[in-house]
């Protein structure tokens, strides 16, 4: 089946270290997305990607940095320069460069030691 | 930038029941409205979406409306069921052209269906 794995599903970072969250799609998708969801709140977008070798910050991408090697992969790497990096995060894809995110992973849920 | 309004931010109601939830959204621009339901511990799931040039659209027991004149947007659940009890989000994007699938997401509503 298609679809869109993360990993790992928990993971925990010491204060100062970086840290990256893989994120792979088998569905062809040009775009794909990183989103980050704090409790009681919705969903912010922190970087995307339309195409390989091709990525914008979204609204939140101070502290993240990301790239688009592959087709089928979309790293993040949350960086030490992030204060508050306590979250759940998502990754997700869209079929076509400017289309709406269509599927997203089980997401990975990062804590502080 | 586009802002979302969700509520209510909790909603319970009795198997059977319908259940509402209801988004404002600022941006006249925007003009697809996605809904999102998310279980415990997973990814959302894309439920129902609507464009600005229909005014509703069912899909078996859930439907969507769209106020374009007032911007707002509701998620009608008819005849719940236990396994409805989720979070929901709807969001709102501009869609197509240059845009980069951009979306802004509503708070998120906890629904839960009591059998």
């Known amino acids: 089946d298609g679809g869109i794995t993360q990993s790992p599903k928990y993971l925990f970072r010491k204060e100062g270290q970086n840290v990256t969250l893989s994120c792979e799609q088998n569905?062809?998708?040009?775009?794909m997305y990183w989103y980050r969801q704090d409790p009681g709140q919705g969903l912010r977008l922190i970087y995307y990607s339309q195409i390989v070798n091709d990525f914008q910050k979204g609204d939140i991408a101070e502290g993240y940095s990301v790239s688009r090697e592959k087709k089928e992969s979309f790293p993040l790497t949350v960086t030490s320069a992030q204060k508050n990096p306590t979250a759940f995060y998502l990754c997700?894809?869209?079929?076509?460069?400017?289309?709406?995110?269509?599927?997203f992973g089980d997401g990975t849920r990062l804590s502080i030691l | 930038g586009e802002n979302v309004e969700q509520h209510p931010s909790t909603l319970s109601v009795q198997e059977g029941d319908s259940a509402v939830i209801k988004c404002t959204y600022s941006d006249s621009a925007s003009n697809y409205f996605p809904w999102y339901k998310q279980e415990l511990g997973k990814g959302p799931q894309l439920i129902i979406d609507i464009r600005s040039n229909v005014g509703e659209k069912k899909d078996q027991r859930i439907a969507v409306t769209l106020n374009k004149t007032a911007k707002h947007f509701s998620l009608h659940i008819t005849e719940t069921q236990p396994e409805d009890s989720a979070v929901y989000f709807c969001?709102?994007?501009?869609?197509?052209?240059?845009?980069?699938?951009?979306?802004?997401f509503g708070q998120g509503t906890i629904l839960t269906v009591h059998p």
């Open positions: 569905l062809n998708h040009d775009a």
């Open positions: 997700a894809s869209s079929i076509l460069q400017g289309d709406q995110p269509q599927h």
């Open positions: 969001a709102a994007s501009i869609a197509g052209g240059t845009s980069y699938g951009k979306l802004t």
